[in-house]
Each structure stands twice: as C-alpha cells, then as structure tokens.
C-alpha cells in the first residue's frame, strides 16, 4: 500500500490566516519552551528510570565497552524516543495545532470534549500516536459517504450507537464475546459519540485485501482533498444516521471465500507494483524444503532487527509465503477486493480493516494477563527464556505442517532437535535450517553445541498440538498429532503469572497476533516479539526500548539471546522496566478507549455527507 502522508502539509503561514501572525508564533514559542521543559521534569520524577536528555546520558557503560550491533540499535531507539517525548501536548490549543500541522484539515467536532477526557485520565497525548487512525481512515475519503452508511447498516457483526447509547447485533452467539467487549469499551466514551454504525471483524483472521493500484487512487484523492476550511464555514454538528434507519438497505459485500491455499495471491495484489513480492505466486505444492532469505534483510542491521514496521511487512519477504501459516493454509478464508469500513484487533499491512484494541486486551482472564501480578524483581526471575502455547496459526496438516512458524520456531528452540541436527541428522528438524556460522557471533562460539547452549535456558514447546482433521479422544480431542509424533511431544502448561517468574518472555504469531502481547508488556519480565501484523498501539511501543523486536524467520533470536545472556543482563533489565513502565503509562484500558473514541470521531465524520465542513474550530474564533 501506498505510505499515508503524514508530513506536516499546513504551513504557520496558513495558521496565520485566523490570528495575527506575529502574535501566534510569539505566544507559541513560549508555550512549547515552557511544556516541553515541564514535561522533562514531570516525566523524571514519573519515571525515574528514564534518563534526560543530556547526549551524555545514552552513553551507557556497557554501549562504551560492547559496540554490539544491539548496543547501536538501542541507543539509537533511546534518542528517538526521547525526541518523540518532547512532542506531548498539553493544552488543547496545542494539540489541535498539531493536528492540523500533521494532518492538514481541523480536528473533527467533539476534539475538545476528548482532550478534556485524556487529560482528566492522564494521558500522554503525542500527535504521531494516532497516525495509525489516519493510515487506515484516510482512504474512505475517496468513497461516498452515503454509500458507506448503506454498506454499515445491516452486517451480521456491527455496533449501534444511537442518541448516546450503544447496542450490538450478531448472527453467530457462539462466538467468542468479541463483540460484547469491544460494544463495553465503546459504552465508556458515552454520551460523547455522535450516531454510527461500526463493523467489526470476529473471525481471527484478517479480512478486507484491496489491490494496491485501488487504494493508491484513494490515498491521492484524500491527499488533494485536505484542506483548512476558514472558521466560519465550519459547523460542529453530525447529520446523523436517519437516512438509513428508515431505508434499512440491505448490502451484500462479495466475500471471497476459497479453501484453497490462495491468500498469499491475495496479499501480494496488494502490495507495490516494485516490491519483491509482488509476482512471485504462492507455493503450488509443499515439499521439504524451506527457502530463507537469502541474504541480509534491508530493514536489519547486522543481521538484528532496525525498522520493525518494515519487518512485518510480506511485501518485502516473498519467503515468508512458505514459512507462515496465514499463506500456508488458514483456519478460514474470507475476503474482500473492495473497501468497505470494517473494525478489526490487528491485520497484516496489507488489509484495510481499522484497527481497533484486540478484544481479548480488554478481557480480565488470567490466561491472558496473568492476572494481578506482574512478576517478581528482576533480580529474582529465572535467567531464562519460556513460552508455551498451541500448535495454531492455520490447519497444519500431514502435507505441510513443517511450513508453519510456530512449528519452526518450537524445534529451532529445541536443544535436543538441534544437537540432532548439528550431528547431521538433519531429518529431525524438517520446519528449519541451521544458520551457518558466520552469520551470528554465536554460531562460531557454540559450534557444535548449539543445542546444549539452548538446553541451558530455553524452556519452548507445545501445551497442544492442533491436528487437522481433530482425532476425537472420550469428550475431546487427541492434543498430540500422528505425523508429528515423531519430532515433538506436548508439554505441560505453563500459566501466565508463572512465566512472569522468567527474564524473558518472546511472542510469536498464532492464527493472527497474539493475544499476551499486552500482559508481556506489563510484566517485570522483557518482551521479545516477531511478528507480520500490525495493531493499533505499534505507534507508542517502541522497539529496543520497550521491547526486543526479532524477525519472523527467527534467523536472529539465537544471537539476540547470545548478547543478553552474556554480559547485557543489565540492558535486558532496563527494556523490562522501562516497558512496564511505558505500558503503564500509553497501554492503559483509558487509553484504548481514548484511541477508539478519537478513531470514531474520525470515522463518524468521514461517513458524514457533510464531512469537509465538520471541524472543531473553536481554538481559532
């Protein structure tokens, strides 16, 4: 897809049009000197942990000493942010300035009541949190308003909300409550949304695939339709959904439904003209073999992760329609070509839904979080790595089951599978390929006992291990798997706030992202996640600061372990506390029900036929 602008395209010069010129930039001045200095010393003292803003500072002993690839990578992370930090708004005059600066129209009607809401919650409003909004809103611009209403009113899955209340309506009650969370989360910016109807997508896998060339056209539409409209042609009050009420059109979209293995030709429809990906069809059959990348990745550095929206994206890596279970075979497939206004927890950055928290971040299950706890102190954690989960992300089956990522990174984590291979016995570890030494310090090192090095402190496996078709087992299913018998057995279970008791805690996708992304972030414990979807709060979470990004081949994971296990126990602690820390403060429940009700307050306006007139203003009268 097309990058959404998101460079300032409203000059001062046409900020000046409503206020003497020389009076605003004057008094602007001095309120960004006074909060941007005000906030440094408020963050201090919230955060103690985070240094100022001193170059000195982010010269960390270790980085002096190290000059690892990953000392680089965070001490360029650290200095982002920091400048990143010093962009808050605090006052409403200043966040609609920079709302406008960003984003080249007003901020929609109701933008006032919400500063006030985010400041009474404390939020940390920073402008460049809330591009997501505008990539994936701003090509509904192109699309007639009225016509999107129709298309909203009657889908099986959609939230109602009318006169300041909210319902929702399903055709399937056996769902997963999806729907009831998210119509619970809407209920909490009551009575200050104007009347809208929002799709949502219940299914785990991601849904609405229009062909780049489609959603280029729409992106350049949006782009010259953006304007600063003078004050006085503003107006503040929504049209309202009475139309289709009385109408109740009915709008059939025409969903491709395929059992086929077809959904990385779909993808890759979307996806640049130029990109790598983007004639290279899928697999026709699934034989042994699996293809790596055959050379450095352009987003990493040194062979670790640097731009982590670029490691998600499938466009750039055609490998990945071999080594992941969305392009192997998904659990279901339905999809659209067209643009219609969905709601969805996360997507590839190909689809088109709207991102919204996933619903199962706003549950309180254990299985989820962890529950209250969040783990013990650092210096009393296990020096160890643990994951558990399911043998999801599709229907792996006796034909392709060693093509699917949790598989591969289940038996590269294995040490007994890996000391087989180093033996030769390259059979034992059909989902992966060692990684020849000279790609990582670390292979050198441990050549020829790699896998005892694993055994020393990765504790990876299987609670189930999700054949299809199911084999029945007295009131169940049979966890393990016949064809995988062979290569891995299921283990026991590990529950959330146990794994809190190890120093670090990876992620890797299921059927779609993964749903104790959030509870990681808010543990004692470091959070290392590879993954190809994006969600809503990737703008505020940032890699090697908040988190250890590596890349969903898991080429990298034994070298990023090699450096904190080795001499880096310090840096790990640091990027788990200062995660805590930061979730604690941008990944709040507040501030997921502060992101949708700014969301739908963008979408209310865009399905409004007066949307190039709604705007707040009063900043400027």
Not at 183 to 196: G, I, N, R, S, Y
Not at 361 to 373: A, I, N, V
Not at 377 to 401: C, F, I, P, Q, T
């Amino acid at each position: 897809m097309r990058p959404d602008s998101a460079k300032p395209v409203a000059s001062y010069v046409q900020l000046a049009m409503y206020r003497g010129w020389q009076r605003y930039i004057a008094l602007t001045a001095i309120v960004v000197f006074i909060v941007y200095f005000g906030f440094l010393l408020r963050q201090d003292s919230l955060n103690p942990i985070t240094p100022d803003l001193s170059p000195s500072q982010f010269e960390h002993p270790a980085l002096k000493v190290s000059n690892h690839p990953i000392d680089h990578l965070i001490k360029k992370a650290r200095f982002g942010f920091k400048q990143l930090l010093g962009k808050r708004s605090v006052t409403l005059e200043q966040a609609a300035s920079r709302y406008r600066e960003r984003r080249g129209r007003h901020p929609p009607p109701g933008f006032d009541i919400w500063f006030k809401a985010a400041q009474k919650k404390d939020a940390i409003v920073v402008e460049e949190f809330f591009d997501r909004i505008h990539h994936d809103i701003n090509p509904f611009w192109a699309l007639d308003p009225h016509d999107m209403r129709v298309q909203t009113h009657t889908q099986p899955q959609v939230i109602h909300v009318r006169s300041g209340k909210a319902s929702w309506v399903t055709d399937d009650d056996k769902r997963p409550p999806w729907i009831q969370l998210w119509t619970a989360l809407v209920e909490e910016m009551l009575p200050h949304l104007p009347d809208l109807d929002m799709v949502v997508n219940v299914m785990d896998e991601t849904r609405i695939l229009v062909p780049w060339e489609k959603i280029d056209s729409y992106v350049a539409t949006e782009e010259k339709m953006r304007k600063l409209i003078h004050p006085d042609d503003a107006i503040s009050q929504y049209s309202g959904l009475s139309d289709v009420d009385a109408a109740n059109e009915p709008y059939e979209p025409n969903w491709i439904h395929s059992e086929t293995n077809t959904y990385w030709d779909h993808t890759r429809a979307a996806c640049p003209p130029d990109s790598i990906a983007r004639n290279i069809s899928s697999l026709a059959s699934f034989n042994d073999s699996i293809d790596y990348p055959t050379g450095p990745m352009e987003y990493t550095y040194k062979g670790f992760v640097q731009n982590f929206t670029a490691s998600q994206d499938a466009c750039r890596q055609p490998h990945l329609r071999g080594m992941h279970g969305t392009f192997i075979e998904s659990v279901s497939m339905s999809t659209l070509h067209e643009l219609l206004p969905m709601f969805g927890g996360s997507k590839l950055p190909q689809n088109n839904e709207i991102l919204i928290p996933g619903a199962m971040y706003l549950t309180d299950d254990p299985f989820y979080s962890g529950g209250r706890t969040h783990g013990v102190k650092w210096a009393a954690k296990k020096d160890a790595l643990v994951w558990r989960g399911a043998a999801s992300g599709g229907r792996n089956k006796v034909d392709n089951w060693w093509h699917f990522h949790r598989h591969r990174w289940v038996q590269m984590m294995n040490g007994t599978t890996v000391s087989a291979m180093e033996a030769g016995d390259e059979s034992r570890g059909p989902s992966f390929k060692l990684i020849p030494p000279e790609t990582y310090s670390v292979l050198k090192k441990q050549k020829g006992k790699l896998g005892q090095w694993l055994s020393s402190f990765a504790d990876v496996g299987f609670n189930i291990l999700e054949c299809f078709p199911r084999v029945p087992s007295g009131k169940g299913y049979l966890k393990t798997c016949e064809y995988t018998d062979p290569f891995m057995e299921v283990m026991q279970s590990v529950p959330m706030k146990t794994q809190y008791k190890y120093k670090y805690l990876p992620d890797v996708d299921g059927n779609s992202f993964s749903a104790r992304w959030r509870g990681f972030l808010l543990s004692t414990s470091m959070p290392l996640k590879a993954t190809i979807y994006a969600e809503w709060h990737d703008d505020r979470m940032i890699p090697w600061v908040h988190f250890v990004p590596f890349d969903s081949s898991y080429m990298d994971i034994y070298g990023i372990m090699d450096y904190f296990l080795n001499g880096h126990d310090a840096e790990a602690q640091r990027i788990a506390e200062e995660g805590r820390v930061w979730a604690e403060s941008v990944y709040r429940r507040d501030d997921m029900m502060l992101y949708v009700w700014r969301l739908l307050l963008e979408y209310a306006r865009v399905v409004d036929d007066n949307r190039e007139r709604l705007a707040f203003v009063e900043d400027l009268r």
